[in-house]
Nanobody, 119 residues
Framework: QVLLQESGPGLVKPSQTLSLACTVS??????????WGWIRQPPRKGLEWMGI???????YYSPSLRSRISISRDTSKNQFTLQLNSVTPEDTAVYYC???????????WGQGTQVTVSS
Protein backbone atom coordinates (compact mmCIF):
# COMPACT_ATOMS: atom_id res chain seq x y z
CA GLN A 1 0.00 0.00 0.00
CA VAL A 2 1.19 3.48 -0.85
CA LEU A 3 0.65 6.22 1.71
CA LEU A 4 0.95 9.92 0.95
CA GLN A 5 0.87 12.80 3.39
CA GLU A 6 0.77 16.47 2.48
CA SER A 7 2.37 19.08 4.73
CA GLY A 8 2.84 22.81 4.63
CA PRO A 9 1.36 26.10 5.79
CA GLY A 10 -2.38 26.50 5.75
CA LEU A 11 -2.28 30.26 5.18
CA VAL A 12 -0.30 32.12 2.54
CA LYS A 13 -0.36 35.84 1.80
CA PRO A 14 -1.15 37.10 -1.70
CA SER A 15 1.89 37.45 -3.99
CA GLN A 16 3.89 34.98 -1.88
CA THR A 17 4.92 31.42 -2.72
CA LEU A 18 2.88 28.41 -1.68
CA SER A 19 5.07 25.45 -0.78
CA LEU A 20 3.79 21.98 0.04
CA ALA A 21 5.54 18.69 0.56
CA CYS A 22 4.22 15.19 0.01
CA THR A 23 5.92 12.46 2.02
CA VAL A 24 5.51 9.00 0.55
CA SER A 25 5.79 5.59 2.15
CA UNK A 26 5.31 2.16 0.66
CA UNK A 27 6.89 2.89 -2.72
CA UNK A 28 9.98 4.72 -3.87
CA UNK A 29 9.54 7.81 -6.02
CA UNK A 30 11.95 6.26 -8.48
CA UNK A 31 10.07 2.98 -8.91
CA UNK A 32 9.75 2.35 -12.60
CA UNK A 33 6.63 3.57 -14.41
CA UNK A 34 4.86 5.43 -11.61
CA UNK A 35 3.78 9.04 -11.51
CA TRP A 36 3.36 11.51 -8.66
CA GLY A 37 0.90 14.32 -9.02
CA TRP A 38 -0.54 17.42 -7.43
CA ILE A 39 -4.25 18.13 -7.75
CA ARG A 40 -6.33 20.80 -6.08
CA GLN A 41 -9.99 21.56 -5.45
CA PRO A 42 -11.08 25.16 -4.96
CA PRO A 43 -14.22 25.83 -2.93
CA ARG A 44 -17.39 24.80 -4.77
CA LYS A 45 -15.41 23.69 -7.82
CA GLY A 46 -14.15 20.44 -9.27
CA LEU A 47 -10.72 18.87 -9.14
CA GLU A 48 -7.96 20.65 -11.05
CA TRP A 49 -4.88 18.78 -12.21
CA MET A 50 -1.78 20.85 -11.54
CA GLY A 51 1.18 18.74 -12.61
CA ILE A 52 3.27 15.62 -12.13
CA UNK A 53 6.77 14.41 -11.56
CA UNK A 54 7.62 11.06 -13.08
CA UNK A 55 9.69 8.21 -11.72
CA UNK A 56 12.53 9.57 -13.87
CA UNK A 57 12.19 13.05 -12.40
CA UNK A 58 10.61 14.65 -15.46
CA UNK A 59 7.91 17.21 -14.82
CA TYR A 60 4.74 18.18 -16.68
CA TYR A 61 2.51 21.07 -15.76
CA SER A 62 -0.96 22.37 -16.48
CA PRO A 63 -0.72 25.05 -19.18
CA SER A 64 -2.73 27.43 -17.03
CA LEU A 65 -0.18 27.19 -14.20
CA ARG A 66 3.05 26.66 -16.12
CA SER A 67 4.40 30.15 -15.50
CA ARG A 68 3.99 29.83 -11.71
CA ILE A 69 4.44 26.17 -10.77
CA SER A 70 7.39 23.98 -9.95
CA ILE A 71 7.41 20.35 -8.79
CA SER A 72 10.58 18.75 -7.49
CA ARG A 73 11.63 15.78 -5.40
CA ASP A 74 14.05 14.69 -2.71
CA THR A 75 14.66 11.00 -3.22
CA SER A 76 16.62 10.72 0.03
CA LYS A 77 13.44 11.65 1.90
CA ASN A 78 11.08 10.00 -0.60
CA GLN A 79 9.30 13.32 -0.79
CA PHE A 80 8.10 15.53 -3.62
CA THR A 81 7.20 19.18 -3.36
CA LEU A 82 4.97 21.76 -4.96
CA GLN A 83 5.81 25.41 -5.29
CA LEU A 84 3.29 27.89 -6.67
CA ASN A 85 4.49 31.46 -7.05
CA SER A 86 2.61 34.74 -6.96
CA VAL A 87 -0.50 33.29 -5.36
CA THR A 88 -3.85 35.06 -5.30
CA PRO A 89 -7.07 34.28 -3.40
CA GLU A 90 -8.09 32.20 -6.44
CA ASP A 91 -5.41 29.70 -5.41
CA THR A 92 -7.32 28.94 -2.21
CA ALA A 93 -8.09 25.22 -2.34
CA VAL A 94 -7.62 21.81 -0.82
CA TYR A 95 -4.37 20.49 -2.25
CA TYR A 96 -3.83 16.78 -2.79
CA CYS A 97 -0.80 14.74 -3.73
CA UNK A 98 -1.41 11.45 -5.49
CA UNK A 99 0.22 8.34 -7.02
CA UNK A 100 -0.68 6.82 -10.32
CA UNK A 101 0.35 4.22 -12.84
CA UNK A 102 -0.46 6.69 -15.62
CA UNK A 103 0.04 10.48 -15.64
CA UNK A 104 -3.66 11.25 -15.17
CA UNK A 105 -5.07 8.20 -13.38
CA UNK A 106 -4.44 8.15 -9.64
CA UNK A 107 -5.01 5.24 -7.30
CA UNK A 108 -3.57 6.52 -4.06
CA TRP A 109 -4.24 9.97 -2.61
CA GLY A 110 -3.14 11.96 0.37
CA GLN A 111 -5.84 13.19 2.72
CA GLY A 112 -5.53 16.72 1.34
CA THR A 113 -4.50 19.95 2.99
CA GLN A 114 -6.41 23.23 3.01
CA VAL A 115 -4.46 26.24 1.83
CA THR A 116 -6.02 29.68 2.11
CA VAL A 117 -4.56 32.70 0.37
CA SER A 118 -5.44 35.79 2.32
CA SER A 119 -3.81 38.85 3.79
Amino acid sequence: QVLLQESGPGLVKPSQTLSLACTVSGRSLTTNSYYWGWIRQPPRKGLEWMGIITYRGSTYYSPSLRSRISISRDTSKNQFTLQLNSVTPEDTAVYYCAHGSTPLDYDYWGQGTQVTVSS
